[in-house]
T-cell receptor, first 111, second 110 residues
Framework: NAGVTQTPKFRILKIGQSMTLQCTQD?????MYWYRQDPGMGLKLIYY???????DKGEVPNGYNVSRSTTEDFPLRLELAAPSQTSVYFC??????????FGSGTRLTVV | RKEVEQDPGPFNVPEGATVAFNCTYS??????FFWYRQDCRKEPKLLMS???SGNEDGRFTAQLNRASQYISLLIRDSKLSDSATYLC???????????FGDGTTLTVKP
């Protein structure tokens, strides 16, 4: 069972560069989420989607964009990377009432 | 005040000990509650849901106290493999966004 797959696992970006973090789930979940986790901290919601074509901001959306063209895919786009975006990024899918399945994360360093 | 607060620990306990974590939440309209486990440099994994009546899964017991607005996790007969960070999660909506606590770190020592 693949579950939630994230790529890449690691990435180093230079300030001002852009990249897309990929997330794919094979559980046919309508709800998908992007979180970031800074060292020693909890997860903060960046964006979420309740279905294909529908996305909404979480608590820390600045500097990021998302799209949801299919049920399976929910990519996160970083434009003009900044050192403050150095973090671990987790994609998740599932329903709030039943708990989430997380991907294994992308460790991003912006230098 | 944070919406969800946890004692960060660390909790250092010997094998076989019983340990309990609490998590307080500020919104009385919160509807569902969970505990997740996160190993070092890994993704969070769902440990168990928390119900008003309390629920048990082997050595783990979760409780919800709506009047005092906290949830708890009790681990009995701790194992070395229980060493991890435990995240509590509180949801205000049936569908939508979850709020994660910052986690409580547990280290079980031989």
């Amino acid at each position: 069972n693949a579950g939630v797959t994230q790529t890449p696992k690691f990435r180093i970006l230079k300030i001002g560069q852009s990249m897309t973090l990929q997330c794919t789930q094979d559980m046919n979940h309508n709800y998908m989420y992007w979180y970031r986790q800074d060292p020693g901290m909890g997860l903060k919601l960046i964006y979420y989607s309740v279905g294909a074509g529908i996305t909404d901001k979480g608590e820390v959306p600045n500097g990021y964009n998302v799209s949801r063209s299919t049920t399976e895919d929910f990519p996160l786009r970083l434009e003009l990377a900044a050192p403050s975006q150095t973090s671990v990024y987790f994609c998740a899918s599932g329903q709030t009432a039943y708990g989430y399945t997380f991907g294994s994360g992308t460790r991003l360093t912006v230098v | 005040r944070k919406e969800v607060e946890q004692d960060p620990g660390p909790f250092n306990v010997p094998e076989g000990a019983t340990v309990a974590f609490n998590c307080t939440y500020s919104n009385s309209a919160s509807q569902s509650f969970f505990w997740y486990r996160q190993d070092c440099r890994k993704e969070p994994k769902l440990l168990m849901s928390v119900y008003s009546s309390g629920n048990e899964d082997g050595r783990f017991t979760a409780q919800l106290n709506r009047a005092s607005q906290y949830i708890s996790l009790l681990i009995r007969d701790s194992k070395l493999s229980d060493s991890a960070t435990y995240l509590c999660v509180v949801n205000r909506e049936v569908a939508g966004k979850s709020t994660f606590g910052d986690g409580t770190t547990l280290t079980v020592k031989p």
